[in-house]
């Protein structure tokens, strides 16, 4: 019985009656295969063109989440390669993927992703100078989505009729769309609050700057007043609760209190590759890059 991609649960019976389970080790096959293409139509269409599934195209997201805005920074003629290092069973059927390095040419601007390994296990994304692509703050709370209207002291409100200051971004998505904390933060409000609709403000990890997320459809599950949520956990579905003509996510990034533009705040990276693993992380990525470098020619494939 398969348990996940390199592990099966065998269960015999002795011949004294008696039942046993053991863990073992999938026989697999793996290889490198590299997937490239150009934004023409939407991400997920132009990927799926490229050979890519959608679990891997969001994976490919999640990725550069912090460096690029999906919802409103992809353009005609962006450029993505993803190389994967695909495991198949004994039978050649694909039982998963995961992204080695990926690049992704946006609006001309280059982006590249390099997954490194540590001696205890922990992977994570790396550029090719050793600084991590995960920062404080995620780029948008939502993904692939539009923006409606931005931050703006002089706005006239669609529904009250008269000027008054619009201290968030708003994201056009359809009713469901999943909603992120964009950073790490505890749960201060949820519930109600006026034209608000369905409202949740996080308070983040250094207690000065909080995010609020308005006209939700409903909040997500297990979550209350209080509770700790992880950088980009769902916490909520665009809705139009509130006063709003459509839906969508009203979004707030304040600092002590007072909202300030959400498209411009800096966000600040993890930490790099320490100097003593810079060697091994030199082994692992080299191969990597010259894959991707080859793609942009023609896709590579190799048996390991």
Do not use: C
Request: glycine share 8%; net charge positive; hydrophobic share 35%.
């Amino acid at each position: 019985m398969p348990l996940d991609s390199t592990h099966s649960l065998n269960i015999s019976q002795s011949h004294g009656g008696a039942w046993q389970a053991e863990i073992l080790k999938r026989e697999t096959t793996n290889r490198w295969i590299t997937y490239s293409g150009t934004i023409r139509d939407n991400l997920f269409l132009d990927a799926s063109r490229a050979g890519l599934d959608n679990h891997v195209t969001m994976n490919l997201v999640n990725i550069f989440a912090w460096d690029i805005d999906f919802a409103r920074n992809l353009r005609q003629g962006d450029r993505f390669s993803v190389l994967l290092n695909e495991l198949f069973d004994h039978q050649g059927k694909r039982i998963g993927s995961t992204i080695l390095a990926a690049e992704f040419v946006n609006q001309g601007k280059r982006y590249r992703a390099i997954r490194f390994t540590d001696p205890k296990g922990d992977s994570a994304y790396f550029s090719p100078d050793g600084k991590s692509l995960r920062k404080n703050y995620l780029k948008a709370p939502v993904k692939f989505t539009r923006i409606s209207s931005r931050f703006s002291l002089a706005r006239m409100h669609p529904i009250l009729g008269y000027t008054r200051a619009h201290r968030g971004v708003d994201y056009a998505a359809p009713t469901g769309t999943p909603i992120h904390a964009i950073g790490a933060g505890r749960i201060t409000f949820r519930g109600w609050r006026h034209g608000y609709g369905n409202f949740i403000i996080i308070r983040h990890r250094n207690r000065h700057n909080s995010t609020a997320y308005g006209h939700m459809s409903r909040f997500a599950k297990g979550q209350h007043k209080g509770s700790w949520v992880k950088q980009g956990q769902v916490i909520g579905f665009v809705g139009m609760t509130g006063l709003a003509t459509g839906p969508h996510l009203h979004f707030e990034f304040r600092i002590d209190g007072r909202a300030i533009n959400p498209l411009l705040i800096k966000r600040i990276p993890a930490r790099p590759i320490p100097k003593k693993l810079w060697a091994s992380f030199q082994r692992q990525s080299r191969p990597r890059l010259l894959a991707i470098e080859q793609s942009r020619q023609h896709r590579e494939v190799a048996w390991q």
